[in-house]
Every structure is written in structure tokens, then in C-alpha cells.
């Protein structure tokens, strides 16, 4: 089965996002084609939270996961620490303050 190409699902993400009017910026634009996707959540309170994409090695299903949560400061840290690591990674900052973010919907794990 075809995959969706990163800079694909990056912008149909943002779309989503947009219809739903919840804010959301890329921050870091990794590889278009195969770069690993993080996703920032502020709640514009000084707190935010961070997802990272990964598989399920039991299913093989791709799922999201939070990387990191608290402090916004200490989740930006967590963040650079991800992309000193991954210089293709992309990084996109979701700002909204009744947390929500749409990972879970049906449609963006794949």
C-alpha cells in the first residue's frame, strides 16, 4: 500500500485544522517526502504537550504519542532536543486553548 508522502499529510493536517479555526504554524519544515512529524500543542497558558507519530509493534498500526507535557518551556527544550537528533524533522506548533488537536480523528495516523 502507497504511502502519503510527509509534506501531504503536513497540509492536509493544517487544513483540517483550519476548518475547525484552531491556529497552527510549521515551526520546522523537515524532509517533504519521508521526515518524522511532531506536534506541538500550546493551550496558550504556559503549558503545552508534544506528540510524536510512531507504530504499535504489536499491530504495526501507526498511533501518536505524547513525547513531552508541562512547562512550555521545558516542551520547546524536549522539541530542539528531538531535532538536534532528526534535522528532517518537521515540527508543527498547534495553539488552542481548549487543547484540542484532531490527532486522535479518524484519518491522521495514516
Do not use: C, N
Not at 22 to 41: E, F, N, Q, S
Not at 58 to 63: C, E, I, L, S, W
Not at 77 to 94: G, H, N, T, Y
Amino acid at each position: 500500500m502507497a504511502r502519503l508522502t510527509t509534506r501531504f499529510w503536513v497540509d492536509a493536517y493544517l487544513a483540517r485544522l483550519s476548518f475547525q479555526t484552531i491556529p497552527a504554524y510549521v515551526t520546522a519544515h523537515g524532509d517533504d517526502h519521508a521526515g518524522a512529524v511532531l506536534v506541538k500543542l500550546s493551550t496558550l497558558d504556559g503549558k503545552a504537550r508534544a506528540f510524536t507519530r510512531g507504530f504499535d509493534l504489536m499491530t504495526g498500526a501507526r498511533q501518536w504519542t505524547e513525547l513531552a507535557s508541562g512547562d512550555e518551556r521545558e516542551v520547546d527544550a524536549s522539541i530542539a532536543k528531538q531535532r538536534s537528533f532528526d534535522p528532517d524533522l518537521w515540527v508543527i506548533e498547534v495553539e488552542d486553548r481548549q487543547g484540542r488537536h484532531l490527532l486522535d480523528e479518524e484519518g491522521l495516523s495514516d
